[in-house]
């Protein structure tokens, strides 16, 4: 019988097109007309984990996008995987910026090019097809016990989950969690990452008169939203991008000193990372702090988009009647969400202009998270990336948010090992973005790899 890395090796042609049907669901969470293609995502998933063998398979419905469940847990004495991965993707737009169709996975240069790809398709079912290698392998057993979970909002906030994990901790009883939507910090560097930041995203709506006017007949009488919106804006952040929020920064922590110097060793490239990952002419940001440090430790604010008035092509003179701006912040430990949103709320509230009534919502929001390394799984990952990478793992944190991670270690009280295998040109959120295709065969591997080493 082969072993369970033969039997994936032998089966990668089969699992990339399995990949590819998958990817073409748009299976996009945030877009209502898209409800039906994320249950379409979630159903797939099911039959896929009915077929390689796991049981209990099952979708849980809530108020939003169907969780997908299914264990295997016959490994007595073993441990318990919490396996979790996210099946919703991001809007594929601006449409006219991809090389192939975001939802027609198209093979170029080793890699798969498809909205999901990485982010998180392509890493949720290298899961899926390393529990398919070692049932194969093992005449039809795992090595260790495991539980699948898989959500449909991640990408929206991931309130179905938070609630699910909240009041069933006992479903998904497990000795750690395993996750794989995150980064390497270099091709061929093996790499866990131990942080994650948090964050609020939230709209400011801004309401001036009654109904859109004339901007000729009502200007200089009317007040106008945007540039309400624009002034309170620009009060948020000085121009080194220091976030002006009263007590925004109290409750900051600084990485250890162990933790910065590993990062100072991290084969870091500021000016290939500036022209080549981000191309533009300068970096910004706080002063005094590295871009990493600045990415991964230090919270951030941005504005995504401010719906409203005239955005067609032309010219239309109008003052709105009112204009909205979609403002997020990504918070470190040890802040709290609600508490960030309170000042955040309270502080724009203060900088309101005449003649201009505010609301100001929280859309969604999750915990920042630093795990520890400390621990046996830790090591474990460690190992496993060691045989199949022959290399070293270096510990990272991550920029994004993934808000069930700090749930996990709350409500289960358990680890998550972060085991990504994107990379940094992956473009995940914009157009193109793929997943190198020997990381999604070397992915599987770890996983393997990595459960074997577990159920030693
Ligand atoms: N997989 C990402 C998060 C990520 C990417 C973490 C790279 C570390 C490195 C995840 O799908 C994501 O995009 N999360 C959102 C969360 C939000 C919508 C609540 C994010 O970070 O914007
Ligand atoms: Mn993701
Ligand atoms: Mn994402």
Same mark, same amino acid.
């Given at each position: 019988?082969?072993?369970?890395?033969?039997?994936?090796?032998?089966?990668?042609?089969?699992?990339?097109?399995?990949?590819?049907?998958?990817?073409?669901?748009?299976?996009?969470?945030?877009?209502?007309?898209?409800?039906?293609?994320?249950?379409?995502?979630?159903?797939?998933?099911?039959?896929? !984990?009915?077929?390689?063998?796991?049981?209990?398979?099952? !979708?849980?419905?809530?108020?939003?996008?169907?969780?997908?469940?299914?264990?295997?847990?016959?490994?007595?004495?073993?441990?318990?995987?919490?396996?979790?991965?996210?099946?919703?993707?991001?809007?594929?737009?601006?449409?006219?910026?991809? !090389?192939?169709?975001?939802?027609?996975?198209?093979?170029?240069?080793?890699?798969?090019?498809?909205?999901?790809?990485?982010?998180?398709? *392509?890493?949720?079912?290298?899961?899926?097809?390393?529990?398919?290698?070692?049932?194969?392998?093992?005449?039809?057993?795992?090595?260790?016990?495991?539980?699948? #979970?898989?959500?449909?909002?991640?990408?929206?906030?991931?309130?179905?989950?938070?609630?699910?994990?909240?009041?069933?901790?006992?479903?998904?009883?497990?000795?750690?969690?395993?996750?794989?939507?995150?980064?390497?910090?270099?091709?061929?560097?093996?790499?866990?990452?131990?942080?994650?930041? *948090?964050?609020?995203?939230?709209?400011?709506?801004?309401?001036?008169?009654?109904?859109?006017?004339?901007? /000729?007949?009502?200007?200089?009488?009317?007040?106008? +939203?945007?540039?309400?919106?624009?002034?309170?804006?620009?009060?948020?952040?000085?121009?080194?991008?220091?976030?002006?929020?009263?007590?925004?920064?109290?409750?900051?922590?600084?990485?250890?000193?162990?933790?910065?110097?590993?990062?100072?060793?991290?084969?870091?490239?500021?000016?290939?990372?500036?022209?080549?990952?981000?191309?533009?002419?300068?970096?910004?940001?706080?002063?005094?702090?590295s871009v990493i440090e600045r990415t991964w430790a230090r919270?951030?604010?941005?504005?995504? /988009?401010?719906?409203? /008035?005239?955005?067609?092509?032309?010219?239309?003179?109008?003052?709105?009647?009112?204009?909205?701006?979609?403002?997020?912040?990504?918070?470190?430990?040890?802040?709290?969400?609600?508490?960030?949103?309170?000042?955040?709320?309270?502080?724009?509230?203060?900088?309101? %202009?005449?003649? #201009?009534? !505010?609301?100001?919502?929280?859309?969604?929001? *999750?915990?920042? #998270?630093?795990?520890?390394?400390?621990?046996?799984?830790?090591?474990?990952?460690? $190992?496993?990336?060691?045989?199949?990478?022959?290399?070293?793992?270096?510990?990272?944190?991550?920029?994004?948010?993934? +808000?069930? $991670?700090?749930?996990?270690?709350?409500?289960?009280?358990? +680890?998550?090992?972060?085991?990504?295998?994107?990379? %940094?040109?992956?473009?995940?959120?914009?157009?193109?973005?793929?997943?190198?295709?020997?990381?999604?065969?070397?992915?599987?591997?770890?996983?393997?790899?990595?459960?074997?080493?577990?159920?030693?």
């Amino acid at each position: 019988m082969p072993t369970a890395v033969e039997y994936a090796r032998k089966e990668y042609p089969r699992f990339v097109e399995e990949l590819k049907t998958l990817l073409r669901i748009p299976s996009v969470s945030t877009l209502p007309e898209h409800k039906g293609d994320v249950r379409r995502a979630a159903e797939a998933l099911v039959a896929e !984990l009915k077929r390689i063998g796991m049981e209990n398979v099952r !979708l849980i419905e809530g108020a939003g996008h169907p969780l997908v469940y299914g264990d295997w847990l016959h490994a007595d004495g073993k441990p318990t995987c919490l396996c979790y991965g996210h099946y919703d993707v991001q809007p594929p737009d601006p449409l006219d910026e991809w !090389l192939s169709p975001p939802f027609e996975p198209t093979e170029r240069d080793g890699n798969i090019y498809a909205r999901g790809a990485v982010d998180d398709k *392509g890493q949720m079912y290298m899961h899926v097809k390393a529990l398919e290698s070692l049932f194969a392998a093992h005449d039809g057993k795992l090595p260790l016990n495991i539980r699948v #979970i898989l959500e449909g909002e991640e990408e929206v906030g991931g309130e179905s989950i938070a609630k699910f994990v909240r009041e069933h901790p006992e479903q998904l009883k497990a000795d750690f969690a395993l996750v794989s939507d995150t980064e390497m910090f270099a091709p061929e560097l093996p790499t866990v990452c131990v942080g994650l930041r *948090g964050m609020i995203y939230t709209e400011i709506e801004a309401r001036g008169a009654k109904t859109d006017l004339h901007s /000729g007949i009502y200007g200089g009488a009317a007040p106008n +939203p945007f540039v309400a919106l624009a002034q309170i804006i620009a009060q948020l952040k000085d121009k080194d991008g220091q976030i002006l929020i009263p007590g925004f920064y109290d409750r900051v922590q600084k990485p250890s000193p162990d933790e910065l110097k590993a990062w100072r060793n991290l084969p870091f490239d500021e000016e290939y990372y500036r022209n080549t990952e981000v191309g533009s002419t300068q970096l910004t940001g706080e002063p005094g702090y590295s871009v990493i440090e600045r990415t991964w430790a230090r919270p951030t604010l941005d504005v995504h /988009g401010m719906p409203g /008035g005239f955005t067609g092509a032309g010219a239309k003179t109008v003052i709105p009647a009112k204009a909205v701006a979609k403002v997020s912040m990504r918070l470190v430990p040890d802040m709290e969400p609600q508490e960030a949103f309170a000042q955040y709320k309270s502080y724009v509230e203060s900088l309101k %202009p005449a003649g #201009i009534e !505010l609301d100001v919502r929280l859309i969604h929001s *999750g915990d920042p #998270i630093v795990v520890g390394t400390d621990n046996a799984y830790i090591r474990a990952a460690t $190992v496993a990336l060691k045989q199949v990478w022959n290399k070293e793992t270096v510990f990272i944190r991550g920029g994004g948010s993934i +808000p069930i $991670v700090g749930d996990f270690e709350r409500h289960l009280k358990i +680890p998550t090992v972060l085991m990504g295998f994107g990379l %940094p040109d992956d473009n995940l959120h914009a157009p193109n973005e793929k997943f190198h295709l020997a990381n999604f065969y070397r992915g599987i591997e770890s996983i393997i790899t990595f459960f074997e080493e577990v159920g030693k």
